[in-house]
């Protein structure tokens, strides 16, 4: 499964950004999808997963009421919408998918994408 983010940038506190990935390859291997990120000398944290069903979703609780994870199957694409963004949320970004939401729950996706960079200036 490859993996491709975009959608990073350079956005003011307040603001918004969305972020998308497109999943390709043995994407029927796969039952869920998320998106991580990984702030300058921090470890990296699951921000917010769904899966490729639909219905189930997780978001980390620093993210809870401003950003918005979502699915479109017939694209294979997941998308990240990030409101009200604060100066802790810059961080690069990754995209991942695992055979189960438990797995990116527990932080151990099976395929990463690369990161794509999101800062936030106050």
């Known amino acids: 499964v490859q993996l491709q983010a975009s959608g990073g940038g350079l956005v003011q506190a307040g603001g918004s950004l969305r972020l998308s990935c497109v999943a390709s390859?043995?994407?029927?291997?796969?039952?869920?999808l998320a998106w991580f990120r990984q702030a300058p000398g921090e470890e990296r944290e699951v921000v917010a997963a769904?899966?490729?069903?639909?219905?189930?979703?997780y978001y980390a609780d620093s993210v809870k009421g401003r950003f918005t994870i979502s699915r479109d199957i017939a694209r294979n694409t997941v998308d990240l919408q990030m409101n009200s963004l604060k100066s802790e949320d810059t961080a690069v970004y990754y995209c991942?998918?695992?055979?189960?939401?438990?797995?990116?729950?527990?932080?151990?996706?099976?395929?990463w994408g690369q990161g794509t960079l999101v800062t936030v200036s106050s």
């Open positions: 769904i899966r490729w069903s639909g219905g189930t979703t």
């Open positions: 390859g043995r994407t029927f291997s796969t039952s869920a």
């Open positions: 991942a998918a695992a055979k189960s939401i438990q797995t990116i729950v527990s932080g151990r996706p099976d395929y």
